[in-house]
């Protein structure tokens, strides 16, 4: 059974930075999993945020493109979102998201995915 369990989240003023964690534990296949980070904020559905496939190519939404930069540690099995100049907007519940393997198309779509972690806040104010 996958497990993952998101750590880093919190509060910050717009422009702030903050680093968001993920670990993986369970995942059996000898292939690197696709990992990604989604969000979602009261009354908005969950929205892809940035993904990194097997091969380690990484896509991210338009509008965190310059400002989030997603990285994985493969031999832990971890995910990393560095997110900096962060906005109003940007607040969320941050979740991440891992499977084998994830079509191309699917990769910052939620239905991508089977596995999930809890989330973790992050609440940037003005």
């Known amino acids: 059974r996958v497990e993952l369990v998101e750590s880093g989240g919190g509060s910050v003023q717009s422009g702030g930075s903050l680093r968001l964690s993920c670990a993986a534990t369970?995942?059996?296949?000898?292939?690197?999993?696709?990992m990604a980070w989604f969000r979602q904020a009261p009354g908005k559905e969950r929205e892809g945020v940035a993904a990194i496939d097997s091969d380690g190519n990484i896509y991210y939404e338009d509008s965190v493109k310059g400002r989030f930069i997603i990285s994985r540690d493969t031999a832990k099995n971890k995910v990393y979102l560095q997110m900096n100049s962060l906005k109003v907007e940007d607040t969320a519940m941050y979740y991440c998201?891992?499977?084998?393997?994830?079509?191309?198309?699917?990769?910052?779509?939620?239905?991508?995915?089977?596995?999930w972690g809890q989330g973790t806040q992050v609440t940037v104010s003005s």
């Open positions: 998201a891992a499977d084998i393997p994830v079509p191309e198309e699917w990769l910052l779509l939620a239905p991508g995915y089977d596995n």
């Open positions: 369970g995942i059996t296949s000898s292939d690197y999993p696709c």
